[in-house]
């Protein structure tokens, strides 16, 4: 304690600065653990957290037993499957591809463009993704010239909502994702090219042998991030894009979760749904965190 004190009294200017990022995380992640209490209480906000009826595994046990558990934990399974399958490549590809650009000027163009939909509020884009998809927009149009797709409205169809939304995703954030692919490039020895192409290595076996081992860290590093994430779809986009006819594909646990806690005011059962989910996420970044560090020696912790 006394060396906790005398390490403030020499840096205080430094744990000053720190102290606002404290507070942020004390206030809004870790005081609002309380809420988790509701999962296992019949809540009343009349009552509050702590004379509300103790319920037990009440909610958990309904959640399970529900026609719509297996609906939700696929639709939340398959859509972060597919996001992770098609979407965490992309953005390395690119990364690798802008890196083969010579002319300064036209990678640097390239890269901010290609960022711009990321800022794009997700409002917008969702009435964008409605307006291509309608039976008039430019994506059913495309559709049905290139494959013979009736000319309807696409996001009234449950079959093409997830291939809707993980496309505009992979759209809308493969440039942003791919910033910190570009920064671990520069990492890399130049010296290490030199030694490739002495060796006779072309431009792909330089990428095979040079590039990729060197940015090998960063991409182990963000898998095992994104799989800790793998049930945690963005409720906000879906919401702007589903509708009753496309819930059998559409509807996911964070939905589930505003539909019974916030429409229904069912608080209780709607917090034990959200923290199983986060359970769920929890034991994935464990699994996934293990693996990596058993089969490549790299690991968050």
Not at 60 to 71: L, Q
Not at 221 to 238: C, M, N, P, Q, Y
Not at 240 to 247: A, E, K, Q, T
Request: proline share 4%; charged share 15%.
């Amino acid at each position: 304690m006394n060396k906790l004190l005398l390490d403030i009294k020499k840096n205080k200017y430094l744990y000053l600065m720190i102290l606002p990022i404290i507070l942020y995380y004390i206030v809004f992640h870790y005081m609002p653990m309380v809420g988790v209490l509701m999962a296992f209480q019949e809540y009343s906000p009349v009552k509050g957290f702590f004379h509300s009826p103790w319920v037990g595994l009440k909610h958990f046990k309904e959640f399970f037993d529900s026609i719509y558990f297996g609906r939700l934990l696929r639709n939340t399974f398959l859509l972060s499957f597919y996001d992770l399958i098609f979407g965490f490549p992309i953005p390395i590809i690119f990364a690798l591809l802008l890196n083969e650009i010579r002319l300064k000027f036209f990678k640097n163009a390239v890269s901010s463009v290609s960022c711009i939909p990321y800022f794009i509020s997700l409002v917008v884009v969702a009435g964008i993704i409605r307006d291509f998809t309608s039976s008039n927009g430019v994506i059913t149009q495309i559709l049905h010239l290139l494959f013979g797709i009736e000319k309807t409205n696409l996001l009234g169809r449950p079959e093409f909502f997830r291939s809707i939304f993980v496309g505009s995703g992979i759209w809308q954030s493969f440039g942003f994702s791919s910033i910190i692919y570009t920064a671990a490039l520069t990492s890399i020895d130049p010296q290490l090219y030199e030694a490739a192409m002495i060796d006779g290595a072309g431009r792909f076996q330089q990428i095979r042998y040079v590039t990729l081992p060197g940015i090998a860290n960063t991409i182990i590093i963000l898998l095992i991030l994104r799989i800790g994430t793998l049930f945690a779809v963005g409720a906000d986009k879906v919401l702007l894009l589903y509708n009753p006819m496309i819930y059998e594909t559409a509807d996911i646990i964070p939905t589930y979760v505003y539909r019974k806690g916030l429409l229904d005011a069912s608080y209780g059962y709607s917090t034990a749904v959200g923290l199983f989910n986060s359970v769920i996420n929890f034991l994935l970044l464990i699994l996934a965190n293990k693996l990596a560090r058993k089969y490549s020696e790299i690991s968050l912790f």
